[in-house]
Structures are given as C-alpha cells and as structure tokens.
C-alpha cells in the first residue's frame, strides 16, 4: 500500500535513479517518482535507460506524458512489469515543447480524454494511476474548471489527485516562472477534499518544511515537496517519525553515514560504466546548513577531482566537512 502523506515531486534532469536512491537513504517511507518519461521514448527508445531503477527505491512511481489512451496504456503495462508502485499522469507541465506535444497542463482543457486515457491506463495495469494536475490554466481561475476536471477525470478510475496549486499559463512564462509567479491557491486544494471526500487529494507547490507539511494534512491526505527536498534533502530525514509516526531509530542516521552509503553505491555505478558525476550531482545539499558545506560542494563538483572516477572522492568530502563541523564546535 503506497502512504500519500509525503512524496517528492518528479522533476526534470533531477528525479533520476541516483537521485531517488539518494533520498532513499533519508527516508524509507516518502514515495519518489520518476522525472517525467513521455509515451514516445518508452515505445520507441531504450526501455531499459528509462525504466531500470534500484530495488531500494521503492516506493516509486512512473510519471508519464502522453495523451493517446493506447499509448499510455502499453506504458502503463510497461509499468507494471518494470515493478513500480504507482503510474502518474502528467496534466500539469506548461512547457511548449510538451505543448507541441499535446500532453501536461494543456490536457485539462480535454477532461473527457484524460478520463478516457486513465480508464485504458487502469485496464492495462495493476497499479494504482494517479494523476498530477494544476488548478488552472491561463486566465482561467474558476473553481468550477478544477472540479469539473477531477470529477470527470475520476469516472475513469482515478482515485488519486496531486494538486499543484497554482495556475499553468501556456503562453508567455517559462517553466520556472510557471513555478513562481501564478500565485499559489492551497485553498482550491482544499475543497477539492471536501468536495471529494473519497478521493485522495495531495498538495503541491511552494512547501519548504515538515512543519508546513503538518498544516497541510490538517486538510488534504498528502504532501508533495519539489525542489526544497533536493536543494535541501536533510529534511527528509525526519520525515519517517514527523509525518509518518515511526518511532525514532535506536540509532539514528547522520549524513557522513549517508555519505558512506552513497559511495559504496557510486562504486557500483561506476563499475557500469557511468561516470561519478551523474551520483554526485545530486548529493550536493547534503550538508547545507553545517560549517564546511560549501567545500562538500565544491569538491562533489571539481571537474578534475570528478575525472578520476573515484567514487572515494564522496568519503573525503565528507571527513572535511566533519574537520569543520569539529573546528567550529
């Protein structure tokens, strides 16, 4: 059974593997998700380069985008037998180059597609499919768009809603100030749970803390963190115990311990070929907050230290920051 109470959004150039088993060593309960894979890439590109992920992952969820019900049904199916958790629907991307491609916000203005599209994805799979969604587009703020779009969208199967509690305006912003300036509505998100008491509402947009996370689930049934949880990842750490109510760990985990994990898995990684970078990249907030962060960061991105593809090279940024934490204690 996947929790909703917390999950860490799909971003793009992000959310890959090594990102999703990064913040797997922060927190065994927070659901991750994929960056988005559109329809095309799966059905005619390198299934296993889109699709391979580390068993610790779990839970994780595939988002798609597309917009042909057959389509993302065979990815769905695709899904399933690649041994996610969950299946998601992008509805809420605004960028042209998705636009070009008929999918992400631009589908809430074809709520009877969508539906139609979950119901193929939901006849293919197993899986839960969910979809992510905006409460708007362009100038369009009416509450009764949203609710239209949901209510219908759910006649399909859809019993999971993620809320991006802004508007997407497909012309004239880009992707990040689509992020910023249409103005977060948390309170459209929240009717949408009293209106639709049986489905499962989560929230996203602009969360930065668990305490923002406990207010939020005074109202809807989840939280989606972005960006926050990758510039900062700490903060995942307690989310076991904040959000989901474990008892804290007879040991509890510290980012050196992270940091050891993370090179014992990049030694892995780059046995396969693939350079130290792509597992570093992510790691680079690990310490934000603590004396020496900023040369844990340096040295995750020194090219020439980067080069000799020595997943080693983790261990001792992190006895630095160590030496530093010790120096201003």
């Known amino acids: ?20 088993f990064f913040h797997r060593q922060l927190s065994r309960r927070t659901l991750l998700y994929t960056e988005m894979v559109t329809t095309g890439a799966l059905l005619h590109g390198d299934v296993p380069a889109h699709l391979d992920f580390d068993a610790g992952e779990h839970p994780v969820a595939l988002q798609l985008g597309g917009s042909e019900p057959d389509d993302l049904a065979a990815c769905a199916r695709l899904a399933q037998r690649w041994g996610y958790d969950e299946v998601n629907l992008n509805c809420g991307c605004p960028s ?24 193929a994805m939901r006849e293919a799979c197993d899986l839960p499919v969910t ?9 369009v703020e009416s509450y009764a768009f949203v609710r239209d779009f949901v209510g219908t969208v759910s006649e399909g199967g859809a019993q999971t809603f993620i ?18 300036i249409p103005p977060l509505r948390y309170e459209i998100a929240y009717r949408l749970k009293a209106d639709f008491p049986s489905l499962t509402i989560v929230i996203n947009g602009g969360v930065v803390s668990l305490d923002q996370v406990d207010a939020h ?11 926050e949880a990758y510039q900062n990842p700490w903060l995942l750490a307690d989310a076991d115990r904040r959000v989901f109510g474990d008892p804290p760990a007879d040991v509890p985990i510290d980012r050196w311990q992270v940091a050891a994990r993370m090179a014992d898995y990049a030694r892995s990684v780059v046995r396969r070929g693939e350079p130290l970078r792509n597992v570093t990249r992510h790691m680079l907030g690990l310490f934000n907050g603590l004396p020496g962060a900023r040369r844990w960061r340096q040295a995750l991105s020194d090219a020439r230290q980067l080069a000799a593809n020595d997943a080693t090279l983790i261990v001792r940024a992190a006895d630095g920051v160590r030496s530093g934490v010790r120096l201003a204690a």
């Open 96 to 119: 042209e180059r998705v636009q070009r491609g008929a999918f992400g916000a631009c589908l809430m203005a074809e709520p009877l597609l969508v539906r139609d599209a979950v119901r």
């Open 1 to 20: 059974m996947i929790d909703p109470r917390l999950s860490v959004a799909p971003m793009m150039a992000w959310t890959d593997r090594h990102c999703r």
């Open 131 to 139: 979809v992510k969604h905006r409460i708007g587009i362009d100038r």
């Open 217 to 227: 689930l005074r109202h809807v049934d989840g939280v989606m963190i972005g960006r």
């Open 163 to 180: 809320v991006h509690a802004r508007n997407a305006w497909l012309q004239g912003l880009s992707p990040k100030e689509n992020r910023e």
